[in-house]
């Protein structure tokens, strides 16, 4: 006996094992058969079938395949006391076996052959299949013949309100079952009423029931849509989505006898988009700090059903100057951190990675979408823009040819110099007195630039140069104090310094020429949007600040403070001024014609009379005569002829202008079905009163004053009279 019979040893057991694990296992993709077929059809039941007797089969095979040769071996070496637990030598290769090993394996194919091949079947499962039978047998038959649990449906009331008639149908109980998309996270819930608020896209599920029975029903919808109930038992239901807001009403078979059933409404509310709060940075546009080696951001976003959680930070580096700018864009997945409806995005920027450099602008800008299905709703945030000026250092603030690090440029108020001051007192203790002074002369530099402001409403010239001066920091550094020192010295004397002490103009340049042959009056025209009382007022604030300044100047904040407060209380006074001189402009009148005067000719003179306002077109004719119609009166209730024809007409030409324009088809239908519901006809005349045009104002009669005006009225007829 060689290896090459392994196969025809060990195959029947392998068929005996596949043929054993089929007969237990089968009752279960029965089972999952009935199941499937008792639920969900035919259909439903095929498919189940067939998967699982496939299943089935490979795992059976994938059983049988642990009758390998290792098993072979141990059954002959167990059934066949004259292997001498040498079975594994038949299946050795003749290259591997020494002489001693060959003549043993030519003494166990002796006795092989000799008798009979055993059987190495393995025995049936015969109790294991008869119960697994037994079992799916009783399962099967309970699932198949087990009645039908008669699920009760709870239906609401009907709320229309119909007369019984008999033989028509009309419905007397009902059930609106609304699913949301998956996408919001909202419960499945059932209301009661034929009315709803639901997202956009849910699913609605009608069930109603009518007595008598109909023999088919609809749905009718305002814009002449109708969708058919299908009968279920003694319901009736239907499945639609809910893409956009309508009306409807339900029309059973039958039932023309009886009114029209009234106008349901469905409302589909709309997904928001995100809304993004930036938290960090506070203003949009930012100046890079001293040491600054990234930039962190920080962006809140929610959502009324959830935030998508990654987002988009897109990049933009602005590099160059003038017209050779060059921009480069790249886009960052980001992720947040939070629940769903509430996120937060803090992506960190590192500016070298980025290639920022001095005189660079980086904006970036985060796209977030919502959890929306299947269409995400997307939306961005403002722009970020972090700028590095060419020049953070040093700038020339054209005060005395001073040179200061300063803040962006802007003007302190009265106010904040007064508090600066008295927290400059405060500290004095603190502060040695080059310092002090130092801050001090710091604050009349503002004071200084406060007074050149108010001043120019009064057309009063600049000081200084043509630049603006920025204003000082709330820190004087100490390596400025000796410059501070020379321009407090050169302020005490006066400054509306001569032009012949200023630095000369340069040759050439037309600013300079100006500056220096003639005067310009930019702000001088302001002062005369100012009364006389308002100027007067306001030079007494400027001569407070000039002493204030005068004081703070020279190192005496305490001083100062006095002339500070009343300066505030001026610029209070002016603040509230509300009396305005505009500039003289003479009327430019045609020319008198002397030969033409006192003569009483007329030629050429034409009416000048103003037109009057164009009459109604009759564009919203319809709305206007339906109000009227609806006037509250006795026999309004008794009223029947409406032109509820062209108002409808009017309202879908007019759809655009309309608030809610289903509001208008309910009020409309309602006073068609009941002419006579005075709260129906009152309920769209309202309506109809806000698209009617406001009517212009007229001119109301004076009264006569009572007895005594109509005695003086009377009086002065009867002077006019001959």
């Known amino acids: 006996m ?9 195959q029947p057991a392998r068929k005996r094992s596949v043929a054993d694990d089929l007969l237990l296992w089968s009752p279960l993709p029965l089972l999952l058969t009935a199941a499937a077929w008792r639920w969900h059809g035919a259909l439903a039941a095929s498919l189940v079938g067939v998967a699982g007797f496939f299943l089935l089969t490979i795992f059976a095979w994938r059983r049988a395949r642990r009758f390998d040769r290792q098993w072979l071996i141990r059954q002959l070496d167990a059934q066949r006391a004259d292997m001498e637990d040498s079975a594994d030598l038949l299946f050795a290769e003749d290259a591997r076996l020494n002489p001693l090993q060959r003549l043993q394996r030519a003494r166990l194919q002796q006795r092989l052959a000799g008798h009979r091949t055993p059987d190495l079947r393995p025995a049936w499962s015969s109790s294991r299949i008869a119960a697994s ?7 099967i038959a309970t699932l198949v013949f087990w009645p039908a649990r008669q699920t009760t449906t709870v239906l609401a009331p009907s709320t229309e309100n119909l007369p019984v008639v008999a033989g028509v149908p009309r419905l007397v109980a009902q059930r609106l079952r609304i699913v949301p998309p998956a996408y919001t996270g909202l419960p499945v819930r059932d209301e009661a009423s034929l009315d709803a608020k639901a997202p956009q896209g849910s699913r609605l599920q009608w069930t109603l029931h009518f007595e008598p029975q109909p023999a088919a029903a609809d749905l009718v919808f305002h814009d002449g849509t109708r969708v058919a109930l299908i009968r279920d038992g003694e319901d009736w239901g239907v499945i639609r989505s809910l893409d956009k807001s309508a009306l409807y009403r339900v029309s059973p078979s039958g039932a023309e006898k009886q009114p029209a059933p009234p106008l349901h409404r469905l409302d589909a509310l709309s997904d928001a988009p995100p809304q993004v709060k930036v938290l960090v940075p506070e203003r949009s546009l930012s100046l890079v700090a001293p040491g600054q080696r990234s930039w962190p951001l920080a962006f809140e976003v929610s959502d009324d059903y959830g935030v998508a959680p990654n987002a988009r930070l897109r990049i933009t580096l602005a590099q160059g100057e003038g ?4 921009f480069r864009e790249r886009t960052l997945d980001v992720r947040g951190t939070g629940n ?8 960190q920027l590192d500016m070298a990675a980025l290639g920022f450099s001095t005189g660079d602008d980086l904006i970036a800008q985060l796209t977030v979408a919502d959890n929306r299905a299947p269409r995400p709703q997307a939306v961005r945030s403002p722009s970020l823009i972090l700028r590095w000026p060419s020049d953070l250092g040093a700038e020339s603030t054209g005060l005395e040819g001073m040179v200061k690090k300063v ?24 502060l040695d007195t080059e310092r002090f002074v130092a801050r001090s002369d710091g604050i009349g530099v503002d004071q200084r630039i406060l007074r050149l402001r108010y001043g120019q409403f009064l057309g009063e010239e600049a000081e200084g140069g043509a630049k603006p001066p920025p204003t000082n920091d709330a820190e004087t550094h100490d390596d400025d104090h000796a410059q501070t020192q020379t321009e407090a010295a050169t302020q005490d004397e006066h400054d509306h310094a001569p032009a012949s002490e200023e630095a000369k103009p340069a040759f050439g340049a037309d600013a300079d020429v100006l500056a220096e042959f003639g005067h310009t009056h930019d702000h001088a025209e302001a002062a005369t949007l100012l009364d006389p009382e308002t100027r007067a007022t306001l030079k007494r604030a400027l001569d407070q600040m000039w002493q204030s300044e005068l004081h703070l100047r020279q190192g005496h904040p305490r001083q100062a403070l006095p002339y500070a407060y009343k300066a505030l209380g001026f610029i209070k006074q002016v603040q509230q001024a509300t009396r305005i001189f505009l500039a003289r402009v003479g009327p430019e009148l045609p020319p008198i014609d002397e030969a033409r005067r006192m003569t009483g000719d ?16 009759g564009v919203d004719a319809a709305p206007a005569e339906v109000w009227r119609a609806l006037a509250d009166s006795p ?33 409309i239908d309602a006073v068609r079905r009941d002419p006579s519901c005075i709260e129906c006809r009152r309920d769209l005349r309202g309506l109809l009163w806000t698209m009617l045009p406001r009517p212009p104002a007229n001119v109301l009669r004076r009264s006569d004053e009572g007895a005594d005006g109509r005695r003086y009225l009377e009086a002065l007829r009867q002077e006019t009279r001959p």
């Open 602 to 617: 007329r030629a050429g003179l034409a009416r000048r009379e103003l037109p009057l306002a164009a009459k109604d077109t």
């Open 407 to 430: 803040m962006p440029a802007y003007f302190r108020s009265q106010r904040q110099i007064i508090i600066d001051a008295e927290a400059l007192l405060k500290e004095q203790r603190k």
């Open 2 to 10: 060689t290896a090459n019979k392994f196969p025809q040893l060990s």
């Open 323 to 326: 017209e050779n700018i060059t």
């Open 635 to 667: 026999d309004a209730g008794k009223t029947t002829e409406l032109p509820l024809d062209a108002l409808e007409r009017w309202l879908h030409a007019n759809e655009a202008r309309v608030p809610d324009p289903l509001a208008f088809v309910s009020a």
């Open 133 to 139: 039978w037994i079992a799916g047998a009783l399962a």
């Open 340 to 347: 769903g409806k509430l996120k937060r995005f803090s992506p």
